[in-house]
């Protein structure tokens, strides 16, 4: 069964920069696409970036395009984000996920794609 574990959220001031991990400890780490999503209190839970199983392919949100980049190394079954000019919006709890499925822009998107979710990490961004 695959399990998902996130690391590297905390609290940050807007402007700074966090970089989440999360680590699959099942095996076939390489097959799967990756993605980060998040959820502010009282919002829906929202994509952030996507990447597909070589590394070579990525997407991300408006919101976060420019600020944040996410990378895969398949030798150590961890997939990251790294953020930048964090904003208090950035406020979240951060949820890495994987998926099997073929990785198309709108697939890789959509939370609903996406069976294998880890707990989560807190991220907060003062002002």
């Known amino acids: 069964q695959v399990q998902l574990v996130e690391s590297g959220g905390g609290l940050v001031q807007a402007g700074g920069s966090l970089r989440l991990s999360c680590a699959m400890s099942?095996?076939?780490?390489?097959?799967?696409?990756m993605a980060w999503f998040r959820q502010a209190p009282g919002k829906e839970r929202e994509f952030v970036a996507t990447?597909?199983?070589?590394?070579?392919?990525?997407y991300y949100a408006d919101s976060v395009k420019g600020r944040f980049a996410i990378s895969r190394d398949n030798a150590k079954n961890t997939v990251y984000l790294q953020m930048f000019n964090l904003k208090p919006d950035d406020t979240a709890v951060y949820y890495c996920?994987?998926?099997?499925?073929?990785?198309?822009?709108?697939?890789?998107?959509?939370?609903?794609?996406?069976?294998?979710w880890g707990r989560g990490t807190q991220v907060t961004v003062s002002s």
């Open positions: 990447v597909n199983w070589f590394g070579s392919i990525t």
């Open positions: 996920a994987a998926t099997l499925m073929p990785f198309t822009r709108t697939d890789s998107q959509q939370l609903s794609s996406y069976n294998n």
């Open positions: 099942a095996g076939g780490f390489s097959a799967y696409a």
